[in-house]
Structure formats: C-alpha cells, structure tokens
C-alpha cells in the first residue's frame, strides 16, 4: 500500500495519529503474515522461569510493553533474564520462593496479567514487603478479584479504595490452601490462586463457572508442578511445596493479534490472507467460532503442537457474512476479541447481540463504551447493553476522527474498520498498539494492496 494511503503521524506529547485514506478503487489484504508471540503465553514463560529452578530458555517471546512489565518486575526481584528479543531469551530462574524483597516500587505498567498473577507470588513469600502500581489505567481497574480470595488464603494486602486498587502494599506471609469458587470464568483470576497455591502446604483448589484459557495449567504441569484438572466441574487443583525446573519455551502466534487480521480479511472484498504459526489452544479459539458462526471462510491448516499447545496456519477470504448471537461459555474464550468481532458485525447482514461480557467494561478502557461510540461515529448501528451491544449490519461506514482511548484492542479494532470505511480515518492516539502488537502498522502496509 502506498505510504499516502497509510501515514503514522506523532505529535509533541508523542502520541501518534494512525490515518488511513481509503483510496476511490478501494484495498484488499493479500499475503502471508506472522504475528507476535502469545502474550498470555509470554508473561507465563518470564514469570515460571524467574521462580523455576535452573534456566529457562524462551523463543518467540512478545516484544510489546506488557511482557517487557513482567520482565522488569522479576528482574527487580532477582531474575536473571537476558535482553529480551523474539529468538531466544534466557531467564536464570531462582528457585521456588526465593523471589527477594525489592528496592522499589514494582511497576507493572499498564498490564493487568502482570499485575494479578504477580499478587499470588509475592502475598505467598513470607517475611518479604513488596509495592506494586501500575499505569493510570491499570490503577483504575479492579483488583478485588483477586485481593480477596488471597486474603481468605492469609494474604496481607493493602490498597486503595478498601483494597480493590493499586496502588498495593503487599506483606508475604505462609499461606493456606482453599477451595475457591470464582464467581467468573478468569485465567487471571484462577493463574494467581494457583501460583499462590505453589508455595502453600496441601492443595489449593480453583473452579470456575465456565472454562477459562488453561494456559498457566498447560505450563505449570510443563515445569514440574503437581496439578490436576477436573473438566466436568471446570475445577483445577495444584500442591504446593514442588519444586519448578527450567524448561524450553516456544510461544506460538496470538491469536488475539491474529483476530484483526482475520476480520480484516473477512470484510474487504477480494482479501485472502494466511497467518502462519497462530496458537489455536481450544480455550482461546472462540473467535474462530465466533466467526464462522458469521459465515467466514476460514480454514486450519498445517496443524501441528509446539511445546504443548496446538499451532495451525490459519488462511481467511472475503465472505459475505451474516449476523450471530455472541453470548454464554463461549464469552471468556473470546473476551479480548470483542471489539474487533465488533467491526465483523457491523458489516454482517442482521442484528449481531453480544451479551454476557460485562467484563469488557473493566479493561484498559470500558470496551462496550468505547466501541460503540467510535463506531457510531463512523456511522454504524450499534445499541449499547448493560452486558455487551446489538449490531445492525450493512450500513456502510465512513472516515472521521476517532480514538483509542490508550487501549490497544479499540486502536487496531478501529483501523480494521476504516479498512472498509469510505474515505479517510484519522485513529487518535494509536500508539496503544504496541502494547501487544508493535509492528501492527507495518504489518497492515505490507498486506493491503
């Protein structure tokens, strides 16, 4: 794509402007693309070798600010992890509790995975005082739901707003084991009990009312955790006092990151795009359902499982999609993907309802708000819920000024949309990007002839 229909544009305060002039004959995507590594994936890798025994070798780690967070956190506390790039970082782990008290303040910066599943860690490592904040919009985001059930473990944590904000001061102590029923289906959530559970004496027990992504199950067990899991009532348990040892790491592509493209692909007419490498973990697929639901024609290729978790090429073509109810189990396997299954529903025949998704409110930004106006702005139909938004399809968009909020899924949400809106889309403070897709402008010229 020529540089005139795409320009990234950075101010003074450097926020950029991401502009995408849609020219008279139109674009569609061609190609094949990599993505980023998982980012789920990556925080996990970064933080099982900090504490494991041993070193921890990581390829395809995530650049974005996110996993950078985790690094610098555990660094602080002792982890020796290399210069972080995508071929291979190593992480000299310390060993189960061994994680020292550190000489600052921990700053997770605008990472919620960070954040809760470090809490666990930390509230489990006796005698040890730690302080965590984050960035003005992770210090506005809840952090009860996991504050508590720590604290029905024995946790000592302190914060603002009776404990349910960072910034939070946390006093380790020996912990005991629970059975916790969380009232939401949540990795973080279930991620930090269990990592709790890793330094306390007797099993710790997590059931959800609905299947959350099992990546912390998937790589405690691959680090030498005793873990067991009960599908039928959604429950996972874990003992503590095992030790962890160093293991390699291959993180797949996101599929998260993967979402854009495919949607991209599935609304510009003539696109046919493939994404290779994308980790396709069943708990994280239901935006594959979600779309084919809606009638895309996308198809797995070249299945295969690296390091534990399945990997498929992933090839998408302009279809004529038609409108679904998004709703149900099926939400916390698509949960960051809604703003983007979104824009597919704005150009579906129908009404599209998304219900069930809260818990979209309490992200980097309240993503049900967020969406809703911007896309309304560009022209589209779309009726906001308490829990989620009705869609009606098939009304063309048009280019106007829009913004991110400083949350990467809306900022690349609304540059798929502008994708197929009718003239040119100015996306304010577009940055926000690269907190989990640093090169998503690059890879959006490289595929859009």
């Known amino acids: 794509m020529s540089a005139s229909v795409i320009t990234l544009k950075t101010k003074e305060n450097f926020s950029q402007d991401l502009i995408i002039q849609q020219p008279p004959s139109g674009v ?21 070798g900090a504490i494991a025994h041993g070193e921890t070798e990581i390829q395809g780690l995530l650049l974005g600010e996110d996993p950078c967070s985790t690094a610098a956190c555990f660094q602080a506390m002792g982890a020796n992890i290399s210069e972080l790039n995508p071929n291979s970082v190593r992480v000299t782990g310390i060993g ?15 990472s919620g995975t960070t954040l809760r599943l470090m809490l666990g860690l930390l509230a489990s490592h006796p005698d040890n005082f730690f302080t965590v904040t984050g960035d003005s919009s992770l210090r506005s985001r809840p952090m009860s739901r996991v504050v508590k059930p720590l604290q029905q473990m024995g946790a000592e944590i302190w914060g603002c707003k009776g ?6 001061a946390i006093r380790g102590t020996s912990l005991k084991p629970i059975h916790y029923h969380s009232p939401i289906a949540s990795a973080q959530v279930k991620s930090c009990i269990l990592l709790a559970g890793l330094m306390t004496e007797g099993e710790t027990t997590v059931t959800e009312p609905a299947l959350s992504r099992d990546h912390s199950e ?4 691959a680090f030498g955790a005793n873990l067991r899991n009960d599908p039928e009532t959604n429950s996972v348990t874990i003992s503590g006092g095992t030790q962890l040892y160093g293991q390699k790491v291959v993180v797949p592509g996101d599929i998260s990151s993967a979402a854009f493209w495919l949607v991209a692909a599935a609304i510009v007419p003539g696109s046919e795009v493939i994404i290779e490498n994308v980790g396709v973990n069943s708990t994280r697929t239901g935006v594959l359902e979600a779309l084919e639901m809606m009638g895309a024609d996308i198809n797995k290729e070249n299945e295969r499982e690296v390091a534990g978790e399945p990997v498929a090429d ?27 299954l979104a824009v597919a529903a704005v150009f579906a025949a129908g009404k599209t309802v998304i219900k069930d ?35 009606t399809g098939g009304t063309p968009l048009k280019g106007t000024d829009v913004d991110s909020y400083t949350d990467h899924r809306i900022a690349m949400s609304l540059a798929v949309a502008a994708l197929n809106a009718e003239g040119k889309t100015t996306i304010h403070r577009a940055e926000a990007a690269s ?9 959006l010229e490289q595929i859009c002839v």
Not at 30 to 45: E, F
Not at 218 to 221: E, G, I, K, S
Not at 367 to 389: F, S
Request: with cysteine.
């Open 28 to 48: 569609c995507l061609q190609g094949k693309i990599r993505i980023p590594g998982d980012k789920s994936i990556s925080h996990r890798a970064l933080m099982l």
């Open 96 to 110: 189960l509790g061994n994680l020292q008290e550190p000489v600052d303040v921990l700053n997770a910066g605008n």
């Open 163 to 168: 404990n349910s904000l960072a910034p939070l």
């Open 218 to 221: 998937r790589m405690l067990q």
């Open 314 to 340: 992933l090839r998408v073509r302009y279809s004529h999609l038609k409108s679904c109810v998004i709703a149900g189990d099926i939400i916390p396997r698509l949960i960051d993907e809604i703003p983007v």
């Open 357 to 391: 998704a809260a818990e979209l409110r309490v992200k980097e930004s309240d993503r049900i708000t967020v969406m809703v106006q911007q896309l309304n702005q560009m022209g589209a139909k779309i009726t906001e819920l308490d829990d989620g938004m009705e869609i």
């Open 435 to 443: 907190i989990s897709y640093p090169d998503f402008t690059n890879t």
